[in-house]
């Protein structure tokens, strides 16, 4: 009786801790939240800072409308790569601009 008892202490232990690895759960990888900017950065840039900008144009639709914007009409990208547009927050209807660096910048 005591070596079934014995298996039956390793084997829970054993199956205890095939259990606990199957229950740990991983975070799915996901874009930094956009930064609302109104004043200088660190370096003293005022943003939008002008840049290489890699957002297509629904993307920067999706970024704004992340950060609460909605109705996001006639965005298009100027020569400094800066994305701008109109948009509505708050009940307020502003200017909205988004930088390479995501930052969003209204007014």
């Known amino acids: 009786m005591t070596k079934t008892l014995g298996l039956a ?3 829970g232990i054993i199956g205890a801790g095939a259990a606990f690895a199957q229950t ?18 660190a370096k003293g840039t005022v943003p939008p800072v002008a840049g290489a900008n890699s957002f297509t144009e629904g993307e920067a639709r999706s970024r ?3 950060s609460g914007y909605i109705n ?7 020569d400094n ?8 927050k708050g009940g307020n209807s502003v200017n909205v601009a988004l ?3 995501g930052t969003i910048v209204a007014n």
Request: proline residues 10%; charged residues 15%.
């Open 24 to 41: 740990v759960a991983t975070t799915p990888q996901v874009n930094p939240p956009a930064v609302i900017a109104t004043s200088p950065d």
């Open 9 to 11: 202490v390793v084997l």
């Open 81 to 88: 790569s800066v994305w701008h547009g109109r948009a509505m």
């Open 72 to 78: 996001v009409t006639g965005l298009r990208k100027d």
């Open 64 to 66: 704004l409308e992340g």
């Open 99 to 101: 930088d390479y660096q």
